[in-house]
């Protein structure tokens, strides 16, 4: 939906920059609590790195525990039921799935690896999720289930956790949209070119917004817009691609995410699989690369042969952020603190935004919220772009 610049309310109590999966999040976070909001989007509700196809949710590795691989835990399993009460409240199905994720395990050093993950599974992981599912990771010496397609030969073992879930990433955003309509105006095709120190918006039509506080959860392009207020990047966008697949002898339906040396092989409610992705700093065009999707497609049928004649539905290339300190961040600006930055989450942000959400709405209405050191602007601003 597009909305005019004169017909968005000049002074809201927040003014949250981007449509993607976190600025929708913050958006319906503050809806539930009262706030008025205007989320203000450059193109469109999705057209960034959100609007992907892969879907993935996958937990960190469960060694060398730290309190960043424990909030994006807390985050994966708080997911459960935030998007239950979101289908509930909208009727609109989010694709959510705890199916699981199976990783072939190569070679005997990389056995003992594995081992070492499930030990530290044990320790760091909960016995369930919120809906009482077991949460366990298990190693296999033989494929977990025959009925699946055939994964790839000669594996010594493999890995196999009941943790993992996959999400359609447009559906989700879909119900996002609907469920803060129409208390929260979104205006799309409306783009931010200068953000002020007391939190006044300007946007490319001469529009000037003064809310409470801004949330600036722009994606990659968060970066750009705060560098002039603090006079340094706080992070880069990665390209990423991944592919879209029909398989046409059988169905994957009910197949656990198969995982292997950075190739996700997703299946999704609708028959669909997605294949993906990809990581390049250095990129000249964010369009898609031909080339690229072959070898994804590739990589895939290596892993899952039963994919060999399935038909390219699409393929997507999107920018993520990653932010100069590697975690995400999450907090208020040093000197400016009505400005809130939520970005930086690259991989996991799908997994963690509500938290995310939740911890800016905390720092917008004066919450208390416990974070890891890590996520903090300055800690960001020290880092090395």
């Known amino acids: 939906m597009a909305t005019h610049s004169t017909s968005i309310p000049a002074k809201p109590d927040l003014v949250i920059i981007g449509a993607g999966v976190v600025g929708l999040w913050c958006a319906l976070k503050a809806s539930r609590q009262g706030l008025s909001a205007v989320v203000v989007e450059k193109g469109r509700i999705g057209q960034g790195a959100s609007g992907g196809i892969l879907g993935a949710l996958m937990p960190h590795r469960p060694s060398g525990w730290t309190d960043t691989k424990a909030f994006q835990l807390a985050a994966l399993l708080s997911l459960e039921t935030e998007v239950t009460h979101l289908e509930a409240a909208t009727g609109l199905s989010c694709g959510y799935a705890r199916c699981g994720r199976v990783m072939p395990i190569g070679s005997q050093p990389n056995l003992i690896e594995h081992a070492r993950w499930q030990a530290g599974s044990q320790a760091a992981w909960p016995a369930a999720s919120p809906s009482g599912t077991a949460v366990s990771w298990n190693i296999l010496r033989d494929a977990p289930d025959p009925a699946w397609p055939a994964l790839k030969p000669g594996s010594v073992a493999y890995s196999s956790d009941t943790l993992s879930a996959r999400i359609n990433p447009r559906k989700l955003l879909a119900a996002l949209a609907a469920a803060i309509q129409p208390e929260v105006v979104i205006a799309e095709n409306s783009e931010v070119t200068s953000i002020f120190d007391n939190a006044e918006v300007v ?183």
């Open 203 to 385: 946007l490319t039509d001469g529009t000037r917004l003064a809310p409470g506080r801004v949330v600036v959860a722009a994606g990659h392009e968060s970066f750009g817009l705060l560098q002039p207020v603090l006079q340094r990047q706080l992070g880069w966008g990665v390209k990423g691609q991944a592919v879209l697949l029909r398989p046409r002898c059988r169905s994957f339906d009910g197949m656990p995410i198969i995982y292997h040396r950075g190739t996700y092989v997703i299946a999704h409610e609708d028959g669909m699989v997605a294949v993906g992705s990809t990581s390049q700093r250095n990129f000249t065009s964010p369009d898609v690369d031909e080339a690229v999707s072959q070898d994804l497609v590739q990589r895939a049928v290596e892993l899952c042969p039963g994919l060999a004649d399935a038909d390219i539905v699409e393929q997507w290339a999107g920018v993520r952020p990653r932010a100069a300190g590697r975690d995400p961040i999450l907090g208020t600006l040093p000197d400016a603190s009505r400005i809130i930055v939520a970005s930086g989450g690259f991989k996991i942000t799908l997994g963690i935004a509500h938290r995310m959400a939740d911890a800016a709405l905390a720092f917008a209405t004066g919450a208390p919220s416990e974070l890891p050191d890590g996520f903090a602007v300055q800690q960001h601003a020290l880092a090395t772009v």
